[in-house]
């Protein structure tokens, strides 16, 4: 199996920034923008304004997104800004799934997690420069506890970073050793 590495963790946490540096120093292929890159296509400037029941949708395809970008653009090896984890996380704080629905969700993506080599959390440290194409700003910390959560529950071996840039990249060398 190819090596992946993933960053999980609220937006604005610097997932991004770490793989533009992380997949040059180890070559990796970069999975980056999934959720974005989705938003533009189906024209949604606004996550929160759009219906709970609609974002459930939207979760899903972003969900099977993910999967698919990882199934087939790194099949050799990736290094990813968004993990099944996020997904799961802002699903849960920003739709409206539940019973059966929510637990058959919530299964697939325990089931995927463990796909990952490795899986790097970065937590809220700081206030993002760029606030454009992000979602609200006031749900870092309640995305953050969600994925932390689940990340224990799961009894998932993960690197919680912590500092700057240089700092970060040094503690996911140690990991990854």
């Given at each position: 199996?190819?090596?992946?590495?993933?960053?999980?963790?609220?937006?604005?946490?610097?997932?991004?920034?770490?793989?533009?540096?992380?997949?040059?120093?180890?070559?990796?292929?970069?999975?980056?923008k999934t959720v974005r890159s989705y938003w533009d296509e189906i024209g949604v400037g606004e996550f929160e304004r759009l219906p709970r029941d609609v974002r459930t949708?939207?979760?899903?395809?972003?969900?099977?997104?993910?999967?698919?970008?990882?199934?087939?653009?790194?099949?050799?090896?990736?290094?990813?800004?968004?993990?099944?984890?996020?997904?799961?996380?802002?699903?849960?704080?920003?739709?409206?799934?539940?019973?059966?629905?929510?637990?058959?969700?919530?299964?697939?993506?325990?089931?995927?997690?463990?796909?990952?080599?490795?899986?790097?959390?970065?937590?809220?440290?700081?206030?993002?420069?760029?606030?454009?194409?992000?979602?609200?700003?006031?749900?870092?910390?309640?995305?953050?506890?969600?994925?932390?959560?689940?990340?224990?529950?799961?009894?998932?071996?993960?690197?919680?970073?912590?500092?700057?840039?240089?700092?970060?990249?040094?503690?996911?060398?140690?990991f990854l050793k």
């Open positions: 199996m190819a090596k992946n590495l993933v960053l999980c963790g609220a937006h604005g946490t610097g997932k991004s920034t770490l793989v533009d540096v992380l997949s040059k120093m180890y070559e990796m292929y970069p999975i980056q949708v939207t979760q899903k395809d972003i969900l099977m997104r993910q999967i698919n970008r990882e199934d087939t653009e790194g099949a050799e090896g990736f290094i990813t800004d968004r993990s099944v984890i996020d997904v799961l996380a802002y699903t849960y704080i920003s739709s409206n799934m539940h019973g059966s629905d929510w637990e058959i969700f919530k299964q697939l993506v325990k089931e995927r997690v463990s796909y990952y080599s490795y899986i790097v959390y970065t937590p809220v440290e700081f206030t993002p420069r760029d606030k454009q194409g992000r979602a609200d700003l006031h749900l870092q910390e309640d995305i953050a506890e969600v994925i932390e959560g689940y990340l224990k529950e799961w009894n998932v071996t993960y690197l919680k970073v912590s500092g700057h840039v240089p700092e970060r990249v040094s503690q996911i060398e140690e």
